[in-house]
């Protein structure tokens, strides 16, 4: 019985995630393909070959700057407002079939798929995921994790809090890592 309570439960929170969600996204106008805000900077660490999988890509803007750079991309996202003008701005761009849009919910987990080369998450936290991230790279795959942080910036539930990218993926060589602002984030390799 409580297993079904927490069931219930889960599946309202991710439905509710979903509308809210659907209601962001519906309306969006002039979609570029453009690399994520919180890495610009470091744009160019970035590889442009292998697989790369995103995960709560949103509409789409940085899987599409993947594949155009070279990248097969899978990308996943609970909105399936999101994942439509995904695969728009995907065909728009001339590389629908260098990717996959998906909708998935992440409180099931990742989904299936093989080790990615690049694998990224901005501005989407959870924390129960950080394992399975550095599981699912491939040896030599970089991992991109970005967001809001609590450093510099408000307490909340959606903030990464002072250090738990480093200490999360420790594993990893670190590339380029920061905290402030109310920002965070990390760039590592999975060594070989
Ligand atoms: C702040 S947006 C970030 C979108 C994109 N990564 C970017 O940086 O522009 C957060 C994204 O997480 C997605 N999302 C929220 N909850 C999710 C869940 N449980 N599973 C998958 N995606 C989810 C939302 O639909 C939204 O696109």
Known sequence: ???????????????????????RHAGAENLEPGPPALFVS????????GQALEIACGRGETAVWLALR???????DISPVAIDLAWGLAADNGVDRRCHF????????????????????????????????????????????????????EPGSFRAARGELREAFRRLDVMVEGEGNGLAHFLGRKPN
Do not use: N
């Not at 309570?5 to 969600?21: I, M, N, P």
């Not at 470091?42 to 070959?49: A, S």
């Not at 070279?70 to 996943?76: T, Y």
């Not at 987990?109 to 080369?117: C, E, F, N, R, V």
């Open 42 to 49: 470091t744009q160019e660490l970035f590889p442009t070959e």
């Open 102 to 153: 998906d909708v998935w919910d992440l409180d099931d987990g990742l989904p299936p798929g093989p080790p990615a080369d690049l694998l990224l998450c901005h501005m989407f936290r959870e924390v129960a995921l950080y394992p399975a991230l550095v599981d699912r790279l491939a040896p030599g795959g970089i991992l991109a994790v970005a967001g809001l942080s609590t450093v510099g910036g």
């Open 1 to 23: 019985m409580a297993l079904l309570r927490r069931e219930l439960t889960l599946g309202a929170v991710s439905d509710e995630d979903r509308v809210r969600w659907d209601k």
């Open 70 to 76: 070279g990248m097969e991309v899978r990308a996943v």
